[in-house]
């Protein structure tokens, strides 16, 4: 059974959307988590709790991310990306403590570089997506034929 094209296009563009989307929810997340640790470090021991929760919360994003990536046709380098993002968090784990810790804080300014990077790429792809798919409507009808 073979799907039709107007489908295939409708699950590409939802699964851009939702590409778009769970990258800069993680990016947010990521964010959040660096500034909870610092919270925990000079303000309120307490805060480490929330620290761990939100992680839990948000590890397993870029798997959901890799997945919609390869069903919206998002360029191959992010959804590398993506997964590298998702090895990076669970490397956090055995980062946690010792002298890993130090580490931990660097790759948490990575996991902030590299959630960025995609979280604009894929902005970059549904805008210009929109974008295109616009033009193409103006240029079509200047031209005098429908879509």
């Not at 296009?9 to 778009?20: D, E, G, M």
């Not at 919609?68 to 993506?82: A, D």
Request: with cysteine; glycine share 8%.
């Amino acid at each position: 059974m073979r799907i039709s094209e107007k489908i295939k296009t409708k699950i590409q563009k939802y699964s851009r959307t939702l590409f778009f989307l769970l990258a800069w929810i993680l990016l947010l997340g990521i964010v959040t988590q660096v500034v909870l640790a610092c919270l925990a470090v000079f303000v309120d021991g307490g805060l480490w709790q929330k620290h761990r929760t939100i992680m839990n919360v948000i590890e397993f994003i870029p798997v959901f991310m890799v997945i919609f990536g390869y069903l919206g046709g998002i360029p191959k380098l992010y959804n590398g990306l993506s997964l590298l993002l998702f090895f990076i968090i669970e490397l956090q784990y055995y980062t946690k403590t010792g002298w890993l810790g130090a580490i931990h804080a660097v790759f948490a300014i990575v996991l902030f570089m590299i959630s960025l990077y995609v979280a604009w790429g894929s902005y970059q792809i549904v805008v210009n997506n929109k974008k295109g798919n616009h033009d193409n409507k103006q240029q079509l009808q200047y031209t005098g034929t429908e879509i």
